[in-house]
Each structure stands twice: as C-alpha cells, then as structure tokens.
C-alpha cells in the first residue's frame, strides 16, 4: 500500500476554472504537508506548505488539510494555461526528515 | 540567495563506466537529500545527509551506488559500474533544520547509460 495517493490524472480544466488536486497519506503521524509543482524536464518547486487542519491561501492556491480524514488537497482558482505541470504531494512524519512524495497528477489547462 | 546547485546537468556514458554527480547545497542548510525519477517509480529517496552524516540510507538500490558528503558543500553520488538501468533524473534537495521545514531541490542531472 502506497503512503501518499494522489490521482494521476490527467486533469483537464479550462482556462479559469477551479483545478482541484487531492491526495491521501496512511501514516496518522504525519505533520507537514507540502505541494510541489513540476513542469515537464524541470525540477520540483514549492508551491504551498500546510502543517494545520484548515485552508491556508496564497495568490491564487489554497491547501485545504484534514488530518482526522487524512487527506490534503490543493485548489488553483483562475486556471491558466501556465498552471499545466504535474503536482506533487508530499507528506512528512513525525521527528523524520524524509519526505514521502505521491505519484503526482498531471493538470492540463485549457485554453 | 543560490539554489541547490548539481552538476553536470547532463551525462551520457556507456555501461560499466563510473558516473560522479555532485551537489552544492543551499548555505546553511543541514540536510541534504538525494532522489532518482523515472517515470514508473516516481521520485524515489536514495539516501539522506544530516550535518554531513549519511542518516538513512535504506533507498540506495544497490552496493553500485554510493553517496558521500566530505563537508557541508558539497556532495557525491557515484554510480560504479553503471547500469542501463539506472538511466534516471537525479535530484540533490536541502533544508535548514528546525520546524517542519520544505525541501528545496536542485535542477537535477539527467542520466543516460548506454
């Protein structure tokens, strides 16, 4: 059983509408909650970090943590074309350094 | 401020030559991480470095591979003798210790064997 799940998509949306990205993790111990985005050939780049049941909003993206249900996700409001990249949710537990990275879901943005 | 910095971006080699990748954390991090990815396993941690210590070595696919950090600078990946097989993109990340804090990952190297 995978720690972190995360649908692979691909997620089509039209250019300004709500991409909704969600992810599961197993391990309840788990506190830190980050999203990665990646476009095609290039690295993973932070995007947002949530470490408290709620949302959390930055610009146009809002994390949304619920630990009872065990299950983070991400909102990009106004999707542009640019937004098209795979996302990465990654989840850290406990005292442990090592992050565990979901398989990612590929968001295609419409125009 | 400088990023993860990895070297070389790109290395073509033919199989059974020993590859070297190398990576400057970002200053005053403590931890260094490093990843393989490949498209059927995802991003996967090889091994991870806390104050030039190797911590958890336990993604390290084989006794081929080996990781070393002689200062709080740089480090090492070595392939030896390399694989068709461990043709992959390989990604050096760092954080600062203290909170629950992100890792930051450098612009990866992109390995082909032969």
């Known amino acids: 059983q995978k720690e972190v799940e995360q649908n692979s998509g691909p997620l089509s949306v039209p250019e300004g509408a709500i991409a909704s990205l969600n992810c599961t993790y197993s391990?309840?111990?788990?506190?830190?909650f980050f999203w990665y985005r990646q476009y095609s050939g290039k690295s993973p780049e932070l995007i947002m970090s949530i470490y408290s049941n709620g949302d959390k909003e930055d610009g146009r993206f809002t994390a949304q943590l619920n630990k009872a249900s065990q299950y983070v996700s991400l909102l990009i409001r106004d999707s542009q074309p640019s937004d098209s990249a795979t996302y990465l949710c990654a989840v850290n537990a406990g005292s442990a350094r090592q992050l565990t990275f979901g398989s990612g879901t590929q968001l295609t943005v419409l125009p | 401020d400088a990023g993860v910095i990895q070297s070389p971006r790109h290395e073509v080699t033919e199989m059974g030559q020993e590859v070297t990748l190398r990576c400057k954390p970002i200053?005053?991090?403590?931890?260094l991480f490093w990843y393989r990815q490949t498209m059927m396993r995802g991003l996967e941690l090889l091994i991870y470095?806390?104050?030039?210590?190797?911590?958890?070595d336990s993604g390290m696919p084989e006794d081929r591979f080996s990781a070393k950090m002689p200062n709080a600078s740089f480090s090492t990946l070595k392939i030896q003798p390399s694989e068709p097989r461990d043709s992959a993109v390989y990604f050096c990340?760092?954080?600062?210790?203290?909170?629950?804090?992100?890792?930051?990952f450098g612009d990866g190297t992109r390995l082909s064997i032969l």
């Open positions: 391990d309840r111990g788990s506190q830190s």
């Open positions: 990340a760092s954080s600062i210790t203290g909170g629950n804090q992100p890792q930051h």
């Open positions: 470095f806390n104050n030039n210590v190797p911590i958890d």
């Open positions: 200053s005053g991090h403590d931890y």
